[in-house]
């Protein structure tokens, strides 16, 4: 007999597929459905699922497209035997910071969706503007620029904001958008982010923006709890600003609030039931926190082509290299993130320069030489405790945390006079780089969370209490070692899995927890009870080590110093 216990749909809406699958109370995936945008869709011209206009530095993707998805999983859920009367609650994720524009014929669209016929069919002129800008938009230079001088500098913006100015962030974007196109803009009912597009589309009427994913638009004062007046007045351009927060709306604090049932159309065509309630959808950043479930202190490094550290933390301490969110269910903690660009590519370039230096280029298995020199080799390249230490920056990308060009550096500090000095002397290359550029990264990674953990207790110093590792990079031992030798962590370093449905995932326990908490209960508290560590967790290096982790402490400050030494360096060369 098929089971009848309740299931909860969490939607991952990407740049390149939308997702959804279905949990039970015990967060076990039933069935799970995805639609690639490139692979499975008719009728766009796209690549990658987004379209450019390089002439304008332009990236954005056809809003049809995503109904078009949506129909498809919906079907495909259901041919897989999914009884959606069974589904109690429905969340999602979507790519931070695209921006949905609704018609004024918007709501009554939504409302009377006929069952007979698909939302493509119905909703494709429910927008009067066919098209979302996609995070890669680039288009945005001359708005960030007055965001970053509207409250006095970047680093005010990033106070208020959580963040400075990015071109991605959908208040630079609304700006652009009321100054390109006016007349569209005027006949602009609302306008969604993606996560609140997906809600909107089963409410039947367009929904509030979530309190984690409006940090991503630098429209929301996080400190005071509401839209920035100022800011909105920037935003707004040459449009009156109540115009512009009716196109906003309101929104809630509660990240589980019920925003109410799916409309009869989801009833009629695919058999939800009047008692599935709607959750509300949050951004994929912080969709990926609740996939874990990441506690207060945890910090959760990826380390793929790119490096993005995420975590959890009660500290309100923003700056214009990092970006803050509104937690996405628990009121009091924050979402800190760092985004870099340079992290799998340039432990790479050491790798291959190992390799090639030993004449083994190809071996089979490539990452052996570069491990045996990083655990070989001491801390900061210290022989002996009176050794000066080696620090480096290794980027073969342009950075944007610190904002540089190329390049590499080498360094050496003295930790008791603070002497620093730009030298290859004392540097074996390719050899000394293998441990070097591994704590380059994570040096920058404690440099710029210091102060958002605290003492675990029994006298240790502050640190997280975990460090969760994900991504390619998480495969390395070595790389763990010495990522938990610098940034501690109390309890170990864990490798995470659970595969690439992290945002699917993550919107479901959220509809999960929505529905079935008790009277207070947090996120953290209910899916915390239920998730099976076991399944995903594997511990895989030691964190805090004492001595060692206390060397890394003086080894930050000269990091600190050496990034600021070359930021001052390159922009003598532009002037000069």
């Known amino acids: 007999m098929a089971s009848q216990s309740p299931l909860y749909i969490g939607f991952d809406l990407s740049t390149q597929q939308l997702k959804g699958l279905a949990v039970n109370p015990d967060l ?14 008719t009728g766009f011209s796209i690549k990658k699922g987004v379209m450019t206009n390089e002439a304008e530095h332009e990236v954005f993707a056809p809003v049809a497209l995503w109904l078009q998805a949506m129909d498809t999983v919906l079907e495909s859920l259901r041919k897989q035997g999914l009884d959606f009367s069974r589904v109690k609650g429905i969340s999602g994720a979507g790519q931070q910071h695209g921006s949905v524009y609704w018609s004024t014929d918007a709501e009554q669209l939504l409302q009377h969706l006929d069952a007979k016929k698909s939302l493509e069919e119905q909703l494709s002129g429910a927008f009067s503007h066919p098209y979302s800008p996609n995070w890669q938009d680039a288009s945005t230079q001359q708005e960030c620029d007055e965001f970053d001088a509207v409250l006095g500098s970047p680093e005010q913006l990033a106070q208020a904001t959580g963040s400075k100015a990015h ?21 602009t009912s609302r306008i969604s982010l993606v996560s609140s597009f997906i809600a909107s589309l089963f409410l039947g009427h367009i929904a509030p923006f979530d309190i ?15 839209y920035d007046e100022k800011i909105l007045k920037l935003c707004s351009g040459k449009f009156d600003v109540e115009g512009l927060k009716t196109r906003l709306g309101s929104l809630y604090e509660d990240g589980g609030k019920h925003l109410g049932s ?3 159309y989801y009833r009629e065509r695919y058999g939800f039931s009047a008692d599935c309630t709607v959750i509300p ?26 490096t993005t550290f995420l975590m959890s933390t009660p500290s309100y301490k923003p700056d214009p290299a990092t970006h803050f969110f509104n937690h996405p269910t628990t009121a009091g903690l924050y979402m800190f993130m760092l985004c870099y660009k340079n992290g799998g590519l ?5 790798r291959d320069a190992i390799n090639d230096n030993l004449q083994d280029p190809h071996p089979a298995q490539p990452w052996t030489h570069f491990d045996e020199k990083a655990l070989s080799t001491s801390p900061m390249g210290q022989k002996s405790p009176t050794d000066l230490m080696k620090l480096g920056l290794f980027f073969p990308r342009p950075e944007i945390v610190p904002n540089l060009r190329a390049g590499q550096w080498r360094f050496t500090y003295n930790p008791t006079s603070g002497d620093l000095t730009e030298t290859t002397s004392g540097w074996t290359s390719p050899a000394d780089e293998a441990r070097a550029i591994i704590e380059s990264q994570m040096l920058s990674l404690r440099l710029r969370s210091r102060g958002l953990t605290h003492s675990p207790g ?7 209490r975990r460090v969760y590792l994900v991504g390619g990079g998480s495969k390395n031992k070595a790389i763990a070692k010495i990522a938990g030798e610098i940034l501690g962590g109390v309890e170990g370093v864990f490798k995470l899995d659970i595969g690439d449905n992290a945002c699917a995932l993550g919107a479901a326990y959220k509809a999960v927890w929505g529905i079935e908490r008790a009277e207070g209960q947090t996120f953290e508290d209910l899916i915390g009870q239920r998730w099976k560590e076991e399944e995903f967790v594997e511990k895989i290096a030691d964190g ?15 990091f600190e110093a050496m990034e600021k030494r070359v930021l001052e360096q390159v922009a003598a060369e532009k002037r000069g």
């Open 28 to 41: 076990k995936v039933e069935y799970i459905a995805k639609f690639d945008f490139d692979a499975d869709s």
């Open 167 to 187: 071109h991605r962030f959908t208040g630079p974007q609304i700006l652009r958008f009321t100054r390109k196109y006016p007349e569209i803009y005027e006949k």
């Open 212 to 226: 984690s994913d409006v940090c991503g638009m630098n429209l929301w004062n996080i400190k005071q709890g509401a």
């Open 262 to 264: 799916v409309h009869q």
């Open 281 to 306: 959808a949050t951004g994929d950043n912080p969709a990926t926190i609740l996939a874990l479930p990441l506690r207060p202190s945890d910090a959760m490094v990826s380390l793929g082509t790119s």
């Open 346 to 350: 340039a432990r790479e370039h050491v």
């Open 458 to 464: 029994d006298g240790l110093p502050a640190q997280p």
């Open 544 to 558: 805090y080590q004492e001595g060692v982790f206390e060397l890394y402490g003086k080894a930050v400050e000269g």
